[in-house]
C-alpha cells in the first residue's frame, strides 16, 4: 500500500492552528510567530526550504571564475561563474565529509579545492579529482555523481540571480509573475545597474520578519526618524509620505511608489539625474515610464526576505537630496537574530560625479551606520524582545489599517492598487503569503 | 585601500611629541564617552576626510580584506550631522544614550614633516537600557596636523576586525 500524501500539519504542539493564529483578513498577527522556536523551525523546512531567494547580482562576478559567497534562504552557496561564462549556485560544501568549499567572501577561481582530504572541483562543480584515489575499490568513487549539489532551480531577472532548493518551486519568471513588471521600471529603466561594492553586513537581535515587515511600512517613517525631521532632512508633515499608492501584485510580492509632497518636483523620474530619466523612454512602456516619472521613492518586496528602497535623500544637512538605490536582505539566525544584508545599486551609465553622491549620500543615511536606518534596528530588536514572554505571546499584533481601503481605478500597473501609501494592505498579504507557505503543501500556494 | 598613509620616521615612546599624541587620543576617547559631542567634532580638521571601509574575508595573497566602499565615509557635514542628530530627543539608537568605553591601545606614531600618523588599536564597548555588551574592535589610523600645541584630526581610517558587524547599528562614534 502506498501511503497517501498528508499536507503539512498546521497545528502547533500546543494545539493552536496557524490559521487561528495568523489572521491577516482581519488584521490580527499572534505575537507568537515572531519569537517561537516551533514556528521559526517550520518557516525554515516550508519557507527558507521552498521558496526562491536571492543570492547576488551579475555585476558581482563579471568574470569567469569570479565567485562570492551567499546564503540561499539560509543554506550556504558559491555563486560562481565558470570558465564558459555559465553562472551557478552550489550548496558550499565538499561532497565527502561537507568541508566549506569556498572559504572566503568573493573570490576568483579556476577549480575550488577543499582544505579536509583534497578533492578538487571545477567551477562548474564537476568533481575533478579525489586525494588517494588509488585506495578506492572499484565503485567505490564514481567521480560524476559527487559533483557539488547545485541549487534545485536557478534564474535570474535583470542581472539579479534567485535560486531555491525546491524542485517542485514554480520557475522563478512564473513565481516573480506580475512583480516583473515592476521590477522592470526599478531594474531596467536605464538598462541595466551594477552593485556598488560588496554588501554591508551586519547582526541584529530581531526576528526576521520585524525587519521584513518595517519594508512595506510606509508611516514609521516620521516617528522613527522624526530626528531627521527636526534637523530638517525630512518634511514636518506627518503625512509626507502618504502620497502614492501601494500595490499587491500576487504571490506575496508587494510594493509602494511614492510621490512625495505635491508640488515638489525633486520627486519625479525616481529622483534620478535628467540625463539617466531621458532613458525611461527607450526602456519603458508608456505605462512603465509614466509611474516612474510621477515617483520618487519605491519600496518593493520580492517574497519572503529581499527588498528593494528607492529613496531619495540628502546625506547631510548641509547637502542636496539625491536618489538612491539599496538592495537589502534578512536571513534568519535563531528565531530572535537575523543576518542583515544591503547592498548599493547604480545605474550602469552613471557618471562618476553622480555615483560619489550616490555612494556617500546611501552610506550616510541607511546601511549599519545610516542616520535613518539605525533607529529602525532599535525598534525591531525592541519589538523582538517585548515579544517574547508568556504574556505577550497570547496577544496579537494590530494590522488594520485600511482593511477597507477602496481599490485604486486608475492604476496603469498591474495587480491591486490602493491609493495612499499609508495602510497595511501590503503586509496583510504579506502575511496571507506566509500563512499559505506554512499550510499549503510546497509552500509555494499563491497568497491573498 | 592602504592602510598606511605615510610611511614616517618613528616617534619613540619616550620622546615629548609621542607623549602629546598619547595624551591627546585619550583625551578623545574621553571626550566620546562622556558625551562631549560638540568639543569631540572640534577636534578635526575642516576638510577632515572620515572613512570606515567595508571588511571581507579574503585570502591573505588578495590582501586584508579592506574594500573601496565603506560602512561609514564622512566629512565634517556629515559628523556634525551625526552629532547634531545625537542632540535632538529623538535619535533612538542612541535615545536613550550607550554607554560607551573607548580602549586605545598599541600606539604607533611616525612623523614626515608636518605630517603625524598615529595608528592605535580600538577596542569600543557599548552596553545600552538594560542590555549586554556589545564590541567593535580594530585600528584606527589617523593623520594629525599640529594646532597650536595641539593637534587636528585630518584624516582617519577605521579599520574594523569584524567582516559581519554584530553591533545591532554603527550609532556609536568612533
Ligand atoms: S571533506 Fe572535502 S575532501 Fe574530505
Ligand atoms: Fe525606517
Known amino acids: 500500500m502506498t501511503a497517501t500524501p498528508t499536507a503539512p500539519s498546521t497545528r502547533l504542539r500546543n494545539g493552536d492552528a496557524l490559521e487561528e493564529i495568523v489572521r491577516p483578513q482581519e488584521g490580527l498577527i499572534s505575537r507568537r510567530i515572531f519569537t517561537d522556536p516551533e514556528v521559526f523551525e517550520l518557516e525554515l523546512e516550508r519557507i527558507f526550504g521552498k521558496g526562491w531567494f536571492f543570492i ?46 569556498a572559504r572566503t567572501d568573493r573570490d576568483n577561481a579556476t577549480f575550488l579545492k577543499c582544505p579536509y582530504h583534497g578533492w578538487s572541483y571545477k567551477n562548474n562543480g564537476e568533481l575533478l579529482n579525489a586525494a588517494c584515489e588509488n585506495h578506492y575499490g572499484e565503485g567505490e568513487l564514481v567521480k560524476e555523481e559527487l559533483g557539488l549539489i547545485p541549487v534545485a532551480q536557478l534564474g535570474s531577472y535583470h542581472g539579479l540571480w534567485f535560486g531555491t532548493w525546491n524542485e517542485h518551486a514554480p520557475p522563478l ?91 515638489n518636483d525633486d520627486y519625479r523620474g525616481l529622483g534620478l539625474s535628467h540625463d539617466l530619466r531621458a532613458k525611461f523612454d527607450e526602456f519603458l512602456t508608456p505605462e512603465q515610464k509614466s509611474i516612474a516619472d510621477d515617483h520618487g521613492y519605491s519600496a518593493g518586496t ?49 557618471t562618476p560625479e553622480y555615483r560619489k553622491k550616490v555612494y556617500e549620500t546611501y552610506v550616510r543615511t541607511f546601511g549599519p551606520s545610516g542616520i535613518f536606518d539605525q533607529d529602525d534596528m532599535e525598534n525591531w530588536e525592541d519589538c523582538t524582545r517585548a515579544n517574547i514572554g508568556p504574556a505577550a505571546r497570547r496577544y496579537t499584533l494590530h494590522h488594520k489599517m485600511g482593511l477597507k481601503r477602496a481599490t485604486a481605478t486608475d492604476w496603469p500597473g498591474p495587480g491591486v492598487a490602493y491609493p495612499d501609501s499609508y495602510g497595511e494592505m501590503t503586509q496583510r498579504s504579506w502575511y496571507a503569503q506566509w500563512l499559505t507557505s506554512m499550510t499549503g503543501g510546497n509552500g509555494n500556494g499563491r497568497g491573498a | 585601500m592602504s592602510q598606511l598613509e605615510t610611511a614616517g620616521t618613528p616617534v619613540l615612546p619616550n620622546t615629548e611629541l609621542y607623549g602629546r599624541v598619547l595624551e591627546f587620543l ?111 574592535t580594530g585600528q584606527r589610523v589617523d593623520r594629525l596636523v599640529p594646532d597650536g600645541d595641539s593637534f587636528k584630526i585630518a584624516r582617519r581610517r577605521i579599520l574594523a576586525d569584524q567582516t559581519v558587524i554584530t553591533g545591532t547599528n554603527l550609532s556609536v562614534l568612533f
Open chain 1, 56 to 101: 547576488g547580482h551579475d555585476s558581482e562576478i563579471p568574470e569567469p571564475g569570479d565567485l562570492v559567497t551567499r546564503p540561499c534562504g539560509i543554506d550556504p552557496v558559491v555563486l560562481i561563474r565558470d570558465d564558459e561564462g555559465v553562472v551557478h549556485a552550489f550548496l558550499n560544501s565538499c561532497r565527502h565529509r561537507g568541508m566549506r568549499i
Open chain 1, 173 to 263: 519568471d512564473e513565481w516573480l509573475g506580475d512583480m516583473r513588471w515592476y521590477m522592470d521600471i526599478i531594474f531596467g529603466r536605464t538598462g541595466g545597474l551594477e552593485i556598488m561594492g560588496p554588501p554591508q553586513i551586519w547582526e541584529v537581535d530581531t526576528a526576521w520578519k520585524f525587519a521584513t515587515d518595517n519594508f512595506t511600512d510606509n508611516f514609521h517613517v516620521f516617528s522613527s526618524h522624526h530626528s531627521l525631521v527636526e534637523l530638517g532632512m525630512l518634511p514636518n508633515n506627518p503625512d509626507f509620505a502618504a502620497y502614492g499608492h501601494m500595490i499587491v501584485p500576487g504571490n506575496g510580492h508587494i510594493l509602494h511608489f511614492v510621490q512625495g509632497e505635491p508640488g
Open chain 1, 302 to 350: 520580492i517574497w519572503p526576505n529581499f527588498h528593494w528602497l528607492q529613496l531619495i535623500s540628502a546625506g547631510d544637512m548641509e547637502a542636496h537630496e539625491e536618489a538612491f538605490l539599496n538592495l537589502r536582505m534578512e536571513t534568519p539566525i535563531t528565531p530572535t537574530r537575523t543576518r542583515m544584508w544591503s547592498w548599493l545599486a547604480v545605474d550602469k551609465d552613471a
Open chain 2, 26 to 136: 585619550h583625551r578623545e576617547a574621553e571626550l566620546l564617552d562622556t558625551y562631549k559631542f560638540d568639543a569631540w567634532l572640534a577636534l578635526f580638521t575642516e576638510d577632515i576626510d572620515y572613512q570606515m571601509p567595508v571588511r571581507t574575508t579574503r585570502f591573505l595573497t588578495d590582501g586584508e580584506g579592506f574594500e573601496d566602499f565603506g560602512l561609514m565615509a564622512e566629512n565634517h557635514a556629515s559628523l556634525t550631522t551625526r552629532v547634531r542628530r545625537l542632540e535632538t530627543e529623538f535619535a533612538w539608537a542612541e535615545v536613550p544614550p550607550s554607554r560607551t568605553r573607548h580602549f586605545i591601545s598599541n600606539v604607533i606614531v611616525e612623523q614626515d614633516g608636518d605630517s603625524i600618523e598615529a595608528r592605535a588599536c580600538f577596542m569600543v564597548t557599548r552596553t545600552r537600557q538594560d542590555l549586554d555588551y556589545q564590541m567593535y
